[in-house]
């Protein structure tokens, strides 16, 4: 079988050799998206792969599948899968996999590492110190997390973990999910409620939701935090998303903060934030089209404000989660070889 992986490393390249020997292998560093297409199929001399391995800088339209004629099995090593187009898969009856879970606790301790940094300041006093010179903590007050609320929005695996560390900080906890687990709920000594009443009770708000597009048959995810509820927020409270970018209306966003509605805004993600990766490569490359320029520029409007911390899609990033993701990963790969099925197909309808 011959198989692709894009955005790897070497460590990883040689890591998967191991675990799938006798197989033919292609590895790249390199993302593989409509805009860069023809510059990766350059460094590949035959197209025909029987699988892709991908990460979520890739993004896998039409035109990418349509370059491998004898695709039979994507998988993205990653929990997230906005980033595929479905439609293009069904139409070539293409198999999928993913990894439902390897940073159930990686991202929930990155939450804690931005909640933590909004709450006392860390970085403003650093920064402070560093490119100031200044040994002095007038003005960087902060407050305590214990007996505070917090706002799980999602309590799949995690928004569970999530959970579990803020009852180690001592919080008070509320949560919103679609399919509440009352189980869980009754373990940890907390309550369901509705997105509204989480948004103007909590002190800090935590997305955990996977990102589904508003379709006809249902409002999905996208901007579930948008102009029509954001100003229901709790004054002050901290938001936090380490989720996905359009899970937050950009728009919205910007102006709650700027009206100090919001007291803080802490995320590993963006809207648009495969533009903001590369600017100069999308302005000669890139393609306008689907794109919102207007949230490009309020993204670095976000980014230079005194109480926002933004990383760059950083929190699964750890050598323990990675090490996860790639068991999983070839894992999914090595079933289909041996049953036509990977052990952890994407969830599409």
Sequence with gaps: MRIAFFEIEQWEADYVKEKLPGNGF????????????????????????????????????????????????????????????????????????????????????FTFALILNLSRKIFVAYDRIKEKGLFDFKGLRGFD????????????????????????????????????????????????????????NSDVISLHVPYFPSTSSGQGTHHLINSNNINKIKKGALLINTARGAIVETDALVKALNEGRLGGYGADVLEEEGIIKDERQFLIYGNLEGHNLKTVLENHVLIDMPNVIITPHNAFNTTEALQRILDTDTENIKNFIEKGETKFPIPIS
């Design 145 to 200: 997390l214990k007996g505070k609320t917090i706002g799980v929005v999602g309590t799949g695996r995690i928004g569970k973990y999530t959970v579990a560390i803020a009852k180690g900080f001592g919080m008070n906890v509320l949560a919103f999910d679609s399919y509440p687990d009352e189980k869980f709920a009754a373990e940890k000594g907390f309550k369901y409620v509705s997105l509204d009443e989480l948004l103007e």
């Design 26 to 109: 292609f590895f790249t560093e390199k993302k593989i998206d409509k805009d860069n297409l023809d510059e990766v199929l350059q460094q590949v001399q035959d197209r025909n792969f029987d699988a892709i391995s991908i990460f979520v800088g890739s993004e896998i339209k039409k035109e990418v599948i349509d370059a491998f004629p004898n695709l039979k099995l994507l998988t993205t090593r990653s929990t997230g899968f906005d980033h595929i187009d479905f439609e293009a898969i069904r139409q070539k009856n293409i198999k999928t996999g993913y990894v439902p879970g390897y940073g159930d606790n990686t991202v929930a301790e």
